[in-house]
């Protein structure tokens, strides 16, 4: 069952319905439980100076996150994530999807590097029991915050080769949205700009973008769907 | 000193009684409306249009709500058209008047310069329900649309409406007073100026006994706390709601001024004058006479109480750092609080609000459908940043100074919580 559109009926307990959506919306007991009850939240940035750090979106568009990454190097030389503390600005969607990544990082000994920028927002979902379809874009930023940190303990430990700006070109400037992410969005249903917009909220904080946006909108809607 | 809040906000037990600080959105119904509603369920439930008795019990009914209502508002019986509610209301009123207009604007106004499109002319901080409909009919080019600024407490300038005013104008749209914000709008100052213009208009021979433009203003929010009176505020469409003075949800009134001229939207059995067809809904609009008459009777009394917690609520909410106050300080409904937590999203604050038993609502987009936070609050010039912290707090009946104390108690460290949690720390510089 797709967590994203078709919740379950463990979801639905506790249901909110907006008034004036086709579709209702609701947190699951997993989303309250981490909205609630943030796990790795960091209070005070003090003794994290040192830590790998990355950054994405702005307060202005909704949603804002900052990450501090511990990683350490096992006996078997795999780059482990041993501590992901963070700061979220944004909606219960955002504080819990959050919240829920750095418990999938860190559990288990933490995850290896490699697998942890594997991860997806739809992988953070699933974990979370689903969102509702219009939360969706407030839990895309954990994974760019992700690779930002990561990015950042590469350049620090001398990895240049390893860093990778992004998945993709990065179209949206301030949310850093790339076309890959349109690309998913579009094979996701989002094949209209309205649509695209509510999925990923590009445009929010970079406006001049949305001509591009609406030119792969059609071109990916083409390349699958034409 | 953080909360710790309740696993689940959404099923707590009796132990946590719930505070309903949500006034604007809908209030509960009276007992006594309840009341004098329940015999026109099962008992007198006949057809307003029936010929036989059960017809009549209810016509009578209908009607004596009509004259009751009229004689609150200082308006004539056959002024009050009933109808599902303040949306419709409002829709009947900035979607008739213009389409009534519209034919006659096109063959008559062919002076170079004009559009030949009937002019409306609204404000910036409008419900959706008048908002909407006129950015419909502007897409449709049905309509030249003027959207009046707001000043940064959402006060509309009435000499800026007069300024706009053309020869095309058939309408003006300003509220009574702010859902979301809580402003109150200077309605009379505005009517005033439009009879002035009227005046002046006729005194040119330009159109001899015309009353154009109209002045709608949507009084849903108001009706608890003002007075009125449509002579003393001199508007010609004014809209009622049933569901936001303790009256039952589905019905609401429109108050049409004698002569005045719009293109229903119900189109079927003829029945309010051929305004707006449909079986009326007898035990609703017994509902909403009853309930306007006990928050007119009420209004004065429970404005003072309300404006003593109301001040209490808002002074204390400012008392936690980088809180700012959105609307007026003074000119707002007395039941109106509504502020911005900077560095925090409202959703959050809303949510963590439920889980201590508090109902309270956001201007934040998260909460909304679009993806833009509150038009009110942006209109007022705020950030989206500080739009997105926005929280509203509207009281009613049931509030109490222990209510307010028990928010003021837990919300210092909600606010706290929530911005431990958030990485934004704006500058108050900003914010001044």
Known sequence: MDPITKPTSEARKGDIVAPTKEKGWFYTDTVKEHFFHPKNFLDGEEGYGDAYMGMVGSPACGDAMKVWLRVEKGADGVERITEFKWKTFGCASAIASTSMLSVMVT???????????????????????????????????????????????????????????????????????????????????????????????????????????????????????? | MTPTPSSSPFGRGRANPVIYLDHAATTPLDARVLKAMQPYFSDAYGNPSSFHTLGMRAKEAVTESRIRIAKLLNAHEDEILFTSGGTESDNMAVLGVPRYFAEKLRTQNSEPGTSGLPHVITSAIEHHAVLEPLIWLQRRKEIELTVVDVDRYGVVDSKVVAAAIKPTTVLISVMMANNEIGTIEPIADIGRALLKYRTLRQAQGMEKGTALPYFHTDACQATGFLEIDVEKLHVDLLTLNGSKIYGPKGVGALYVRRGVKFQALMIGGGQEKNLRSGTENVPAIVGLAKALELAQADRERESARLTELRDRLVKGL???????????????????????????????????????????????????????????ILATGLSYEAAHGSIRFTLGHSTTKKEVDYVLKIMPGIVERLRMMSPVNLDMKYFS
């Open chain 2, 318 to 376: 400012l008392a936690i750092p980088k809180t700012i106050l959105n609307g007026h300080p003074t000119e707002r409904l007395p039941n109106s609080a509504n502020v911005s937590f900077i560095d925090i999203e409202g959703e959050a604050a809303v949510l963590y609000l439920d889980a201590e038993g508090v109902m309270a609502s956001t201007g934040s987009a998260c909460a909304s459908a679009s993806l833009d936070p509150s038009h009110v």
């Open chain 1, 107 to 226: 559990e288990n000994g933490g995850l290896p590097i490699e697998e942890a920028l594997k991860l997806r927002p739809q992988d953070i979902m699933g974990r979370l029991g689903g969102l509702p379809a219009r939360k969706v874009h407030c839990s895309v930023l954990g994974d760019k915050a992700l690779r930002s940190a990561v990015n950042d303990y590469y350049r620090k430990s001398g990895q240049h080769e390893k860093i990778k700006v992004e998945a993709g070109r990065i179209i949206d400037k301030v949310l850093k949205i790339t076309d890959h992410d349109i690309e998913e969005a579009v094979l996701e249903g989002a094949d209209t700009l309205e649509k695209m917009r509510q999925r990923t909220k590009v445009g929010t904080g970079d406006p001049s973008c949305i001509p591009e946006v609406e030119q792969l909108i059609r071109f990916y809607k083409e390349k699958y769907f034409g």
